[in-house]
Each structure stands twice: as C-alpha cells, then as structure tokens.
DNA sequence: TTGTAAGCGTTATCAT
DNA sequence: ATGATAACGCTTACAA
C-alpha cells in the first residue's frame, strides 16, 4: 500500500529524520546517504501524505477561488474561465492547488466559511465579483486569512489587484464625445459591485469634463446579463440617445438586440460601445467597440500576491490597477 | 487562536472524545451533556482541523477535476464552465470540495498526479476532456482511485457517464438526409478523443443506413477551435459539399465564417448543424441547427457516481449515457 | 551529520 | 455513557 517515511527509512537504513530532511531538501545530509534515500523513494514511490504534513506545518498548499455562484449561472459570460485560468496557472506554477468554491445564499457561504478556512483547508482565498457589502471581507480580515480580492475594495486593509475600471469607460466615452454623440447613454453593471460604480464613475467623468450634465433617464442599471441588458435597452429606446456605453460585452449584444428589434441600425441610429474584450466582441454584427481588460493577468496577479501574502514575502495591504485599453471596430461609427 | 478539541473538552467538563462523539453525532452521549458541549463550541467557533481528521479517516472530503490545459485554451467555448457547473453544485450539496486542476504537458501531469492523488489529497477525481490514450487512466486504475470520466470510454472496468454522442450526430445528419442532402460533409473533433470519434460515427451510420457510401474528401479533422474549423471548411468547400455537419457549435461559427468568405450563403449554398447547443448557437447569423446535450447533468451525475464509488454506495464500474436532442433552426435550411 | 522523541488535532478501541 | 490512550504520518527541536 502506501509507504511511509518509517518504511523508507527503514529500507534506507536511516531513521526517519533523515528522510525527511532529504525530502525537504535540507542541508546536513551527507551526499551518499540523500542519493541512497532518494533511490528507496524512487522504487517504492514514496509520497508524503498531504494531512499530515499540514497537520505539523499548518499549510495546505492549497488556495480557494470564491465566486458567487448566482455570477456563475452567466458561464456564456467568460469573464470567470478566464480569471480562472489566470489563477490556475500561476499556482501550478508556484505549486499550490486550487480549490474553487461558488455559493448561492448567505448561509451556504457562512459553510463554507467554516468548512474550508475556519477548518484550516485553505492556506488563503482570492474572491472575485463579490458584492461590496459581501460579509467574507469582515470575516476574513478578523480571522486574519491571507485573501485578495480581483477587484478594487474601498477598504485599504484589503489587498487587490483590479483593472482600471473608471479609466477604460471614461476612455470609452470620450470616444464617443470625440465623435460627436452629446445623448450618450449608460447600461452599467449591478451597483452593488464596485465594478458596476467604477464603470458608471468612468461616464460620469467623461461625460462632466465636457461640460455634459448628467441626465438620470440616460443611465440605467443592468446585471450583467444578456438578457437583463436588453430589457434596459428597451426602456433606453424612447429616449432617443444617439449612443450607449454598456458596462460589459455581453451585455452589449443584448443591447444590440434590442436596438435592431426596434428597427434601428448600429452604429447609424446608436453608437455601441462594450466593455471586456470578450471573444463574442470581435465576432457579432457590426464588431463591437469595447475596453479590453486583462482578466487573466488579473487573476495571475491576484494569486501571486496571495501566494506571497502566505509566504510572507509580501507584509502590507497592496493596492494595483492594471490598465485598460479601448479597441475601435465597426459598432461606434468610427469606421 | 484556533481552538481544539481538547479546549472545548476543558471548558465542557468532559473528555476530548465526547466532544469528537458530539460533533460526530454519535449515539451514546447524555442529551444534556450533548447540549453542552455544543453550546461550548458555538461559544469558542470550535470547528475540527481538517488535516488532523482526515490524518485518521483517510478522507479528505475534496474531489478533483482534471482537465487538459490545452481544450481550456477554448475557454470562449463555455463546455467546460457548464461542466464544472454541474460538477461545484453536486459537490456543494454534497459537502464536498472540489479541487481544479488543469495540465498541459505529461510531465506536468504525472507531477500533478504525485502531488494530488497519491499524497492522498484528493477522495477521488472526475476526468473530462481527456484523451482516449491519457497515461492518468491506468495510474488511477492500477492505484484503485475512485474516479469517473465525463466522456465514454473504452474499458470496461472505468466508470463513466457520456452524452450519447453518435445518436446525437446520427439525428443531425439524418435530418440533413431528410431534407435532401446527399453531399454531406463533417468537420470532426479531434479523433483522439472519444467524443471526436463517436459523433464521427454518428455521421457514419446515419449515412450508411441511407446506402450512401462514405467520401474520404468530405471529412475532415477539426480540433475543437473556431478558427481550426475555419480552416478546415476552407479545404472543404472546393469538394462542393451542400451541408456540413459540424462536431461542435463553436467549430460551427468557424466553418460559417468560412462559408460566408467564400461568398456563399448559409442554408442556401451549404447547410450548417452543429453540436452541443451553447448559447452562441441562437446568437450567431443564421440561427445554429444543433444537437443539445445536457452537459451540466453529465458533470453532476459524474460527480454523484464519484461520490457513491468513494463512499462505497455504488460498487461496480458503471456506464451511463445521456439523451441527445436535435434543435432545428434555420442554418440548416428547413424553416 | 544523524537519531530520538515530542508533538500536531483528530478518531477509535477498549476499559470502566 | 464516558474517559484514557493508542494510533495516523509527518516535522522539528534537541541530543548525540
């Protein structure tokens, strides 16, 4: 069955120390005994037992994802596989395991809590597209667990790395304004999420450095859902805006949508701008215009950081915005 | 800090191994002294150390999903997202964790292997995506792991639960036979795959059973890509097929931009259907015919199965095979 | 450089 | 019904 330290050592003709500091790469065995260990280990395939290893270092090497699982039920949406793959990289890299945990309601998520860090499972956890007022970030910073949030926090204990929100849809928007739209309007993402009000800050921003007043029927709040952002554009319509920045991709193909159900034409009736890059951008009719955003650099960044935070290479609540970039294509007129 | 067992017992009045037979919901303990103990951990947050636990129950609660890094590369295609879906759901009912892993060499996946299954950090795993001659197989069969494959396979003693892949195919081309077609083309999976094979079988029979002998030049290999398949429809169309079964929705939007390329129109010129029903089969131009299979009930069954092999409520190996449907919409020319 | 032995926090066996 | 006590497999002082 599976061997253990004594039995190699017993194979060996050492004491268990031994093999354990070979194991380990310690110093202080002499280069004979480490290559005679290392065969035992090779021909019987040792390999240390995970719980009891951790049992005595109190590490895992394992790191948690949380996700809110109602953000998950938009998988069409790949912003998630994306940060996932970021995150999953770097800690096969670095040699951590990944546990992914979604939750629905509080109290599965007060579970899980308990189950996987208050049990000492996880050696730290990255959270994305939680709300703000989202009780893990109170929970963890009592309990001292070393956590990043993908995604800015207005909380500077907190480490994050986010991208830079406010400047992708102010850039967005000036784009607009550049191209003569003054009835530009906004779908943003939940409100409860700091991504939904960074975005919404960017137009505002834009929208104010040019004089432009702010006009409440132009800005409607979407949930980051296909569908959802159609229902917004519908209520958009009567308005009669000349443009629209919607505060995600996918959300803008529900926009474009509602937009040609009502007859009119992108980008010659209302110009579309998105906000992700996501693969769908380049592919619907016209292409859309959008503010990439490096999701995957994200989610490796956030884990770094938490890997440092673990190791204790990093000390203090570190704070990045990693930038965005606006990509022009047929769906704002520009062309 | 963390407390223990041995904490809880102290301020209790009782010993370590009541508190273990209280949070254990053993019989045999006083109510009254039950109540107790229980109001002590609620009191302290007691909550046992999981490394210590499974050290003597050999369990760890956690069950792996592994996926070759390089079918993530498609993570525009939202299979694996609805699988991990299905699979996360199960697990969190279950109170189970589940731990990713992706791997895009042997090396890295026979370290990965180490690290996870044979330190004993994982109760078992679901494989998806793997290639019919993936090494990981016969390790998990030779180690008596429990695992499931989300996909056939050929051995008997494997446990796996699939889409019925070549009746699905075989309703796609006999609907394109219905309508007329006799110059049908495939783009396959990749033929290393079970899935790639089977839905080329499909394809097969549907045309055999019709007496219509199989072209060589009107089949050709895709790899799961958008733009693989682009390619592939390219090498196709000079072959003047007049509808392509395509192996996959995602390959489907490839083999349509080729169509629309070329100048042709879709139905009119080449009938398109596709397989697997994601949501970018009713967004894209002309609406996907399909095939639908329910890959989120595939990911939670698996992971049921697994369940019921690791805690011996399911014994033998077992073979499941889910319903496919065809969806008809307009790419394939009947409406 | 190597070995001995004491823990890490549980569960489980065996008395009582 | 409850309590000692021996594992589980490892790391890590401390001794030698």
């Known amino acids: ?118 049990s000492r499972l996880l050696d730290g956890v990255i959270l994305s597209g939680a709300p703000l007022d989202d009780p893990l970030v109170p929970w963890l910073l009592q309990d ?46 939940p409100l409860t999420m700091m991504a939904g009000q960074d975005r919404l800050e960017g137009y505002r921003q834009a929208l104010l450095s040019r004089g432009i007043p702010l006009n409440d029927a132009l800005i409607v709040e979407g949930d980051f859902t296909e569908e959802g952002a159609r229902v917004a554009m519908q209520r958009l319509l009567p308005q009669r805006p000349t443009a629209v920045f919607v505060a995600s991709d996918t959300m803008a193909v529900g926009a474009m949508k509602a937009i040609r159900e009502a007859g009119l034409h992108i980008p010659d009736d209302i110009a579309v701008v998105g906000f992700d890059d996501l693969p769908i951008a380049s592919v619907v009719e016209p292409p859309l215009t959008t503010v990439r955003q490096p999701i995957e650099r994200m989610g490796a960044m956030a884990t770094e950081m938490l890997i440092g935070l673990v190791e204790g290479t990093i000390t203090g609540p570190q704070h990045i915005i990693l930038p965005t970039q606006l990509i022009v294509r047929a769906s704002c007129g520009s062309l």
Request: charged share 25%.
């Open 1 to 118: 069955m599976a061997s253990t330290l004594e039995e190699v050592a017993r194979l060996a003709g050492v004491s268990r120390s031994t093999v354990s500091r070979v194991i380990n790469n310690h110093p202080n065995v002499r280069p004979e005994v480490r290559k005679r260990v290392w065969e035992v280990i090779q021909r019987v395939g040792y390999q240390p037992h995970a719980a009891a290893r951790s049992l005595v270092t109190n590490r895992t090497q394992v790191l948690g994802l949380v996700i809110p699982r109602g953000l998950v039920t938009l998988f069409s949406d790949p912003f998630f596989p994306i940060l996932i793959r970021g995150v999953a990289d770097v800690c096969t890299a670095r040699r951590y395991h990944l546990m992914l945990s979604f939750f629905s309601d509080p109290l599965q998520q007060e579970e899980l809590y308990r189950r996987a860090l208050r």
């Open 144 to 189: 001292n667990t070393p956590f990043v949030i993908a995604g800015r926090y207005p909380d500077e204990r907190v480490t994050y790395v986010d991208v830079d929100n406010i400047g992708g849809a102010r850039m967005a928007v000036e784009h607009l304004l550049r191209l003569g739209h003054r009835r530009i309007a906004t779908i943003t993402g």
